[in-house]
T-cell receptor
């Protein structure tokens, strides 16, 4: 079965600190997505990878945000330096090879609070 | 600027009645539409989808209707149950990525 493990589940940090969110897909996939959920904007796509290659990062809000996918089993989203407006729930999602029409499997999310 | 719009932030219905959640989109190139359901502290989960070549898709208590000329889709839940209380996201395939609306919080009262 498809699955996505995200860590940490909760992160509280102070403004200016570096934050690293992690995602581990645990089964076959060909695409990985990072989304951010806020009350104001709903679920926004930040960046996605096909076969570990970044395809579209137009949703990354600023240069403070960066994402990497060094291999098929791991991806990170980094915010440096963090700001209070970055507080949100960040989701990692995968599209498995067996679903051709866009269904995504989401992780449980990382809730970030920047004080 | 939002390509997928859910204009109702919340909806409250009585158990056993019909819930209708609405979604509008602006991009006529979208070829596939999906609904996701999200409980607190969990990730969204896929609920039902519809291709742009169809106007209706049904799965048990859930039916999605698509009106391409109006660029409008709706999700019907009949009968509604308290366990359906969640946030529902409408999404459109563009085509390699999904564009989501802001979500509608559904509350089904016993």
């Amino acid at each position: 079965d498809a699955g996505v493990i995200q860590s940490p589940r909760h992160e509280v940090t102070e403004m200016g600190q570096e934050v690293t969110l992690r995602c581990k897909p645990i089964s076959g996939h060909n695409s990985l997505f990072w989304y951010r959920q806020t009350m104001m904007r709903g679920l926004e796509l930040l960046i996605y990878f096909n076969n570990n290659v970044p395809i579209d990062d137009s949703g990354m809000p600023e240069d403070r945000f960066s994402a990497k996918m060094p291999n098929a089993s791991f991806s990170t989203l980094k915010i440096q330096p963090s700001e209070p407006r970055d507080s949100a729930v960040y989701f990692c999602a995968i599209r498995t090879i067996s679903f051709a029409n866009g269904e995504l499997f989401f992780g449980e999310g990382s809730r970030l609070t920047v004080l | 600027d939002q390509q997928v719009k859910q204009n109702s932030p919340s909806l409250s219905v009585q158990e056993g009645r019909i819930s209708i959640l609405n979604c509008d989109y602006t991009n006529s190139m979208f070829d596939y539409f999906l609904w996701y359901k999200k409980y607190p502290a969990e990730g969204p989960t896929f609920l039902i989808s519809i291709s742009s070549i169809k106007d209706k898709n049904e799965d048990g208590r859930f039916t999605v209707f698509l009106n391409k000329s109006a660029k409008h889709l709706s999700l019907h839940i009949v009968p509604s149950q308290p366990g359906d209380s969640a946030v529902y996201f409408c999404a459109a395939s563009a085509p390699e990525k999904l564009v989501f609306g802001k979500g509608t919080k559904l509350t089904v009262n016993p």
